[in-house]
């Protein structure tokens, strides 16, 4: 195991990623970054589909698979089914987001892995919770859909899924963090767990606050883009050399620093605008006020001002422009892996601190099988037991197939 693995929380930790797409990847992921050993159980021959991506697919794999071990393994045969048993009585977590019931026909579900690894934490990550939906298959844009998120990120009648695959990575989050609990409460009952993370009812706890907000109102819910916003100033405005900007004024004190900086002096003298209400109130011809004064403006003047009257305010960047953002680069957010076809590149770590560790990239993202033979020698196989799955397929051991690029 690498050095810098020993100086991690989760080192020592064996983590079995029978994971795919995003939701399994993001969960073990997490793990991987804080030290656990994550061997990724790849379907045998051709391995985990996001290798051969193509469009928002290409980034999948390069992203959500470093600093894990690769292992493709044909689980459909006897041989394969044996390795794998081996592999859990030596893991302290196996996780999985396979289809509903399909670990189970492999002859892996939880109550066969208990068997096996008493002390095992066991990690579902599905699309539903026990439940009348419990056997569909689902999707990230699936649940946004019919999880109320779609509805209250677009315009009326035009639900919109968010620009990312956020439920996917939430509910693969909310599953390391089930397993990471399981762990902690294994030192103190000696006993595994079964963890289940789904992907619906993590869509339903991000609209819980519109969910609320529907209960105290006894009204039916308005899509944001629609509704009344409790903020008098909380938009994007153009700025004069066509870019768009960002800015929130949320208190009182905002208003004055803004009003003074900017010089809208009359503004700040007009006793309307004197509270957040009265603000709200007249929106509709103070809006295209601040529009004309912002519009006056260049986009790095505008974030100037900004800045010096201390307000919130967010320039509106492309995900490639992050690449260059000072915040990310100057504050160790980023950590350069190398990408299928070796170009190097720079990618967001986990947005976490914790004390002294660093949560780094330590190894790129595998190729195909990379790890099999100290993950296999592991378990007591020898050199020659293991050439013969090679010769026989049951193992891809090393292999080029990896060609996105």
């Given at each position: 195991m690498d050095r810098a693995e020993n100086k991690l929380p989760l080192s020592g930790i064996r983590v079995l990623e029978l994971g795919h797409t995003v939701m399994g990847p993001t969960c073990g992921l997490i793990l991987a970054d804080m030290g656990a050993e994550v061997i990724k159980i790849e379907r045998a021959p051709k391995g985990d589909n996001t290798r051969r991506l193509r469009g928002f697919g290409l980034g999948l794999f390069p992203f959500f698979n470093r600093n894990k071990k690769s292992l493709v393994l044909d689980l459909k045969s006897e041989q394969g089914k044996s390795i794998l048993k081996k592999l859990i009585a030596s893991a302290d977590v196996l996780l999985e987001n396979f289809g509903p019931g399909a670990v189970d026909r492999?002859?892996?579900?939880?109550?066969?892995?208990?068997?096996?690894?008493?002390?095992?934490?066991?990690?579902?990550l599905k699309g539903f919770m026990p439940g009348p939906y419990e056997k569909r298959p689902s999707l990230d844009h699936l649940v946004q859909m019919m999880g109320g998120l779609a509805y209250m990120t677009g315009p009326k009648g035009q639900p919109l899924r968010a620009g990312a695959s956020i439920i996917d990575i939430l509910g693969g989050t909310y599953g390391a963090l089930g397993i990471i609990t399981a762990l902690y409460d294994r030192k103190t009952t000696g006993r595994g767990n079964k963890v289940l993370s789904t992907l619906f009812e993590a869509t339903a706890f991000l609209v819980g606050q519109h969910m609320a907000v529907a209960a105290v109102s006894g009204e039916t819910s308005t899509p944001m883009p629609n509704g009344t916003n409790p903020w008098a100033i909380y938009d994007l405005f153009e700025t004069h050399d066509g870019e768009i900007v960002f800015i929130g004024i949320t208190s009182d004190q905002h208003?004055?620093?803004f009003c003074e900086i900017f010089g809208l002096n009359s503004l700040f003298a007009d006793e309307r605008l004197g509270s957040n209400n009265g603000r709200v109130r007249h929106r509709d011809w103070?809006?295209?006020e601040i529009e004309k004064a912002m519009a006056d403006l260049p986009k790095e003047k505008i974030i100037e001002l900004c800045e010096k009257a201390v307000v919130p305010f967010a320039p509106v960047v492309r995900p490639d422009e992050l690449f260059d953002d000072p915040q990310l680069n100057q504050g160790g957010s980023l950590t350069e892996t190398t990408l299928p076809n070796g170009k190097k590149t720079k990618l967001p770590k986990l947005p976490l601190r914790l004390g002294r560790y660093d949560f780094a990239l330590r190894n790129d993202p595998p190729g195909m099988g990379m790890g099999t033979m100290e993950t296999l020698k592991s378990i007591g196989l020898s050199d020659q037991e293991i050439e013969e799955l090679i010769d026989q397929g049951i193992i891809i051991f090393e292999s080029d197939d990896f060609t996105a690029n």
């Amino acid at each position: 195991m690498d050095r810098a693995e020993n100086k991690l929380p989760l080192s020592g930790i064996r983590v079995l990623e029978l994971g795919h797409t995003v939701m399994g990847p993001t969960c073990g992921l997490i793990l991987a970054d804080m030290g656990a050993e994550v061997i990724k159980i790849e379907r045998a021959p051709k391995g985990d589909n996001t290798r051969r991506l193509r469009g928002f697919g290409l980034g999948l794999f390069p992203f959500f698979n470093r600093n894990k071990k690769s292992l493709v393994l044909d689980l459909k045969s006897e041989q394969g089914k044996s390795i794998l048993k081996k592999l859990i009585a030596s893991a302290d977590v196996l996780l999985e987001n396979f289809g509903p019931g399909a670990v189970d026909r492999l002859g892996f579900s939880y109550e066969a892995c208990a068997k096996i690894n008493p002390q095992l934490i066991y990690c579902n990550l599905k699309g539903f919770m026990p439940g009348p939906y419990e056997k569909r298959p689902s999707l990230d844009h699936l649940v946004q859909m019919m999880g109320g998120l779609a509805y209250m990120t677009g315009p009326k009648g035009q639900p919109l899924r968010a620009g990312a695959s956020i439920i996917d990575i939430l509910g693969g989050t909310y599953g390391a963090l089930g397993i990471i609990t399981a762990l902690y409460d294994r030192k103190t009952t000696g006993r595994g767990n079964k963890v289940l993370s789904t992907l619906f009812e993590a869509t339903a706890f991000l609209v819980g606050q519109h969910m609320a907000v529907a209960a105290v109102s006894g009204e039916t819910s308005t899509p944001m883009p629609n509704g009344t916003n409790p903020w008098a100033i909380y938009d994007l405005f153009e700025t004069h050399d066509g870019e768009i900007v960002f800015i929130g004024i949320t208190s009182d004190q905002h208003w004055q620093r803004f009003c003074e900086i900017f010089g809208l002096n009359s503004l700040f003298a007009d006793e309307r605008l004197g509270s957040n209400n009265g603000r709200v109130r007249h929106r509709d011809w103070l809006i295209p006020e601040i529009e004309k004064a912002m519009a006056d403006l260049p986009k790095e003047k505008i974030i100037e001002l900004c800045e010096k009257a201390v307000v919130p305010f967010a320039p509106v960047v492309r995900p490639d422009e992050l690449f260059d953002d000072p915040q990310l680069n100057q504050g160790g957010s980023l950590t350069e892996t190398t990408l299928p076809n070796g170009k190097k590149t720079k990618l967001p770590k986990l947005p976490l601190r914790l004390g002294r560790y660093d949560f780094a990239l330590r190894n790129d993202p595998p190729g195909m099988g990379m790890g099999t033979m100290e993950t296999l020698k592991s378990i007591g196989l020898s050199d020659q037991e293991i050439e013969e799955l090679i010769d026989q397929g049951i193992i891809i051991f090393e292999s080029d197939d990896f060609t996105a690029n």
